[in-house]
């Protein structure tokens, strides 16, 4: 490996155990009210422009994050990523404030090549130690501006969707691994437009911890533009916390 690798620490949040069925229905129970609240408004999204990059730039590095703890939490304390750039918007690989809750991983980047070369010569030095490979390629750009048909036609999504390939291999001979998966990182704010004042309804991030992050919930806001009937009321019935938070984009 060359001398001249970057080394850099990252902390990844090790995954929680799964909670009692008990304690979920009083966890639900307790917060309905919360997360009613934070989806008294349902949309009807209507694209009204799309633009679609083949190939661009790699945004954050959150997929790959998702990936390397859904798949190798356990396998490597030292992570290979090879790569061509860094990403432009360097955010956290994990969130949390629980120092137990971590685990603490090395990266080090390296010049893109053949991560088939690079495992075999990892094998053949028989050091004992293994890190994972991990590469991303593939790695394009959706933006996409949506209209609330719901609403009185000031509502609007802006999403922004960045797909990629991510390839990873673990060459421990005792458990060797390949890995392919497609990927996905998104951005959303939703906001009612107000001219000339842009007021933010809600703003997502997708995945972290495998999860959507949202990043600000404005519910004041929402039950101004309910009152006022600016926007469709949900249902009691009708609200799904997994529905997507936008349409499927071509």
Known sequence: VSSNITTMQFTFAKQRSRLPTAFLTLLLFFTANSLFACSLAIHDWKLIHYANFKQAPLLTSLAEANFIMAQFA??????????????????????????????????????????????????????????????????????????????????????????????????????????????????????????????????????????NKTLLENTSLVYQLLDKQKIKRRGALEFNPLEPKFPELP
């Open 74 to 211: 356990k396998e490597s304390e030292k992570i290979f990523w090879m790569t061509e750039q860094m990403p432009l918007i360097p955010l956290s690989l994990a969130a949390g404030k629980d120092k137990d809750d971590y685990k603490h991983f090395e990266l080090q980047i390296l010049p893109k090549e053949s991560m088939v070369t690079m495992a075999s010569q990892l094998m053949a030095q028989d050091s004992g130690e293994y890190p994972l490979l991990v590469s991303s390629d593939k790695i394009g750009l959706k933006l996409a501006f949506l209209r609330d048909s719901n609403s009185d036609g000031n509502c609007y999504q802006l999403v922004l969707l960045q797909p990629s390939r991510i390839r990873a291999v673990s060459p421990n001979p005792a458990n060797p691994q390949a890995h392919e998966v497609q990927a996905q990182v998104w951005f959303s704010a939703v906001f009612y437009l107000q001219f000339p004042f842009i007021n933010f309804m809600s703003i997502t991030l997708y995945p972290v911890k495998g999860n």
